[in-house]
């Protein structure tokens, strides 16, 4: 079994206001500000660990600096791809990322994502707060399928951060 799976206590927070477009997603990680942070912004690791399980990724620009931009795809074993884009308007190293976020399925549903990156003397919560256009907007990504995605996402990341290759139960 894998540290993710077994270790409960980390798990994934996905939560809705009902009376605002937003998203929030708390976790916590065993792994200081510095290394969850470098697996945000290093497109190598990103790569690794960024969406679920049954989907590789293809990384067609990752510039995490203020004013950077990026693009990467998801893409199914049938062949099907999911393209996602964005802006970076605030990289703060190890504090925090400021970006827009876009699905090419649905592209006028940008959000303004800020993620915090809260030093925990040795281990790291990350704080991400979704804007959303509308309330509808933040339901229609929630019905997506995101938590899965998002949780999977961070199954890898716990991985990864362990020093094992994703999908490793070892």
Do not use: C
């Not at 009902?18 to 942070?37: C, K, Q």
């Not at 190598?44 to 620009?61: F, K, N, S, Y």
């Not at 649905?106 to 303004?112: A, E, N, Y």
């Not at 938590?147 to 020093?163: C, I, S, W």
């Amino acid at each position: 079994m894998s540290t993710a799976k077994a270790n409960r206590q980390y798990e994934t927070q996905i939560a809705a206001d009902p009376a605002l477009p937003t998203i929030l997603i708390t976790r916590e990680f065993d792994a200081s500000p510095e290394r969850v942070f470098r697996a945000y912004t290093d497109p190598e690791l990103v790569v690794q660990w960024l969406g679920p399980h049954r989907l590789t990724m293809r990384i067609d620009a990752y510039e995490a600096r203020s004013g950077g931009s990026y693009r990467y795809v998801h893409r199914e074993d049938d062949g099907t791809e999911y393209g996602f884009r964005g802006v970076f308007h605030e990289v703060r190293r190890d504090e925090r990322i400021v970006q827009t976020f876009a699905f090419d399925g649905f592209p006028d549903g940008v959000s303004l994502e800020t993620t915090v990156f809260e030093d925990l003397g040795g281990r790291t919560r990350v704080t991400t707060t979704s804007l959303m256009g509308s309330i509808e907007a933040r339901d229609s990504m929630i019905r997506s399928g995101m938590q899965r995605g998002v949780r999977e996402g961070h199954e890898r990341l716990d991985e990864l951060l362990a020093g094992r290759p994703s999908g490793d139960t070892a």
